[in-house]
Every structure is written in C-alpha cells, then in structure tokens.
C-alpha cells in the first residue's frame, strides 16, 4: 500500500501560482504512474494531469493545459503540479493518486491521497 500526502496548497489571487507536492511513502514509487485530480465543491472529482513511471508520457485536462505541469523526481518519490495563471475556477481539492499506468480516469489508480485545498480568489 503506497500512502500519498499532499501539500502546498492554499489561498492565491487570479493569476498566481502555487505547486503542489505529493510524497509517497514506498520505495518502489519510481515503477508507477502517478496522477492529479480536483473536486470542486458540489461537483464531480476530475481528472487534471497524469505522467507515466519514466516521465515520458504526460497528460493534461484542456482546462489546464498550457498552465498546470506535472513532473516528477524518482528519488525524492515526489510527483509535482506547478500550477501558474490560476482562475478562480480551478478552486478545489487537489488529490493525488497512484496507478500502474497513467490514466485520464480515476478508476486507474488504486492509491489516493488526502487531498490539498486551493482556493483561487478573483
């Protein structure tokens, strides 16, 4: 069981940045994929961005493309969102997940983390 935790979450202005971190518990952190996904209040959690173990496929929402970059360091079993040009409508709880191959839909990763909030204020 890989345990996930969040941070760097917190209260910005429209057009601010923040990153996000999600540390993983297990050695073994570098042979799976690795997704970011978001839960707005009274609404569906969806998918953000994922990357594959090796870093050479990534994934984004349209709705972030072009602002939000996921990355990662295999030896800090540390996966990263760098979030820049927020909006107030990417104001949510930000999840991590871990998957044994990166996926667009949440029923591909099998640990989750607890979540960070961000609130984008205009």
């Known amino acids: 069981q890989v345990q996930l935790v969040e941070s760097g979450g917190g209260l910005v202005q429209a057009g601010d940045s923040l990153r996000l971190s999600c540390a993983a518990s297990r050695r073994t952190f570098g042979s799976g994929a690795m997704g970011w996904f978001r839960q707005a209040p009274g609404k569906e959690r969806e998918f953000v961005a994922a990357i594959s173990w090796s870093g050479a496929l990534v994934y984004y929402a349209d709705s972030v493309k072009g602002r939000f970059t996921i990355s990662r360091d295999n030896a800090k079993n540390t996966v990263y969102l760098q979030m820049n040009s927020l909006k107030p409508e990417d104001t949510a709880v930000y999840y991590c997940?871990?998957?044994?191959?990166?996926?667009?839909?949440?029923?591909?990763?099998?640990?989750w983390g607890q979540g960070t909030q961000v609130t984008v204020s205009s």
């Open positions: 997940a871990a998957g044994y191959v990166a996926s667009r839909t949440a029923t591909g990763y099998n640990n």
